[in-house]
């Protein structure tokens, strides 16, 4: 609601889980007490730009116990002597006062904030997703089946080197085949003589 001319907050509607309220540039000069009633659970209050002059009136915000970050900028409060100081002794909860911490530590950024609370809500989703073990067991079904992959190969070079070892074997044989004709051969021819010879000798024993 910001620069809408607002005067007071006294019709400001009950909003128990808002947070972040935005209030600039208005002419809001007290009043707020309303907003622990109506806004209890504010975390981030802007009231830069408005008519507030002294420390009482912001004393009302004691009673918002989870006010982390509040925004006085621009307000004529601002031109007090230890202005921060009252300020942050004042309200002992709040970490922020227009933008900066005790120590001059600037506050991050509002939107960098909701992106870490929705990167935490995406993590907890994640985590809710499916129960625990499913991947696991679609691993160990791919494992197995890699398992009976590498079995297959295996048969198949048993069953390579087998029928390498029965080639050799033939061919062994085929060797022992043709060296066995090529003795008989031999013997064959040595019997061959031996029939021509005996008739020669037969023939000279005639003639003595």
Same mark, same amino acid.
């Given at each position: +609601?910001?620069?809408? !001319?607002?005067?007071?907050?006294? /019709?400001? $509607?009950?909003?128990?889980?808002? /947070?972040?309220?935005?209030? *600039?540039?208005?002419?809001?000069?007290?009043?707020?007490?309303?907003?622990?009633?109506?806004?209890? &659970?504010?975390?981030?209050? &802007?009231?830069?730009? &408005?008519?507030?002059?002294?420390?009482?009136?912001?004393?009302?915000?004691?009673?918002?116990?989870?006010?982390?970050?509040?925004?006085?900028?621009?307000?004529?409060?601002? &031109?007090?002597?230890?202005?921060?100081? *009252?300020?942050? %002794?004042?309200?002992?909860?709040?970490?922020?006062?227009?933008?900066?911490?005790?120590?001059?530590?600037?506050?991050?950024?509002? @939107?960098? %904030? !909701?992106?870490?609370?929705?990167?935490?809500?995406?993590? %907890?989703?994640?985590? =809710?997703?499916? $129960? $625990?073990? =499913?991947? @696991?067991?679609?691993?160990?079904?791919?494992?197995?089946? *890699?398992?009976?992959? #590498?079995? =297959?190969? @295996? #048969?198949?070079?048993?069953?390579?080197?087998?029928? +390498?070892?029965? !080639?050799?074997?033939?061919?062994?044989?085929?060797?022992?085949?043709? #060296?066995? /004709?090529?003795?008989? @051969?031999?013997?064959?021819?040595?019997?061959?003589?031996? /029939?021509?010879?005996?008739?020669?000798? #037969?023939?000279? !024993? =005639?003639?003595?």
């Amino acid at each position: +609601m910001a620069n809408v !001319e607002l005067t007071s907050l006294a /019709r400001l $509607p009950t909003l128990s889980k808002l /947070r972040k309220l935005e209030l *600039s540039d208005n002419i809001i000069s007290g009043g707020l007490e309303v907003l622990a009633e109506k806004c209890p &659970n504010l975390t981030y209050l &802007n009231l830069s730009g &408005n008519k507030i002059k002294d420390l009482s009136t912001v004393e009302a915000l004691q009673n918002l116990k989870n006010l982390k970050s509040l925004d006085l900028f621009n307000c004529e409060i601002t &031109n007090l002597e230890d202005y921060r100081e *009252s300020v942050f %002794e004042l309200l002992h909860q709040i970490t922020y006062l227009d933008g900066f911490d005790q120590e001059d530590n600037e506050a991050p950024d509002s @939107e960098e %904030e !909701e992106d870490e609370e929705g990167d935490e809500d995406d993590d %907890e989703d994640e985590d =809710e997703a499916g $129960p $625990p073990g =499913e991947y @696991e067991e679609d691993d160990d079904e791919d494992d197995g089946g *890699s398992d009976l992959g #590498e079995g =297959e190969e @295996e #048969e198949e070079e048993v069953g390579l080197s087998y029928l +390498m070892k029965e !080639e050799i074997q033939d061919e062994e044989d085929d060797d022992d085949y043709v #060296e066995e /004709r090529g003795d008989e @051969e031999e013997a064959e021819g040595v019997q061959g003589e031996k /029939r021509k010879r005996d008739p020669e000798d #037969e023939g000279e !024993e =005639e003639d003595d």
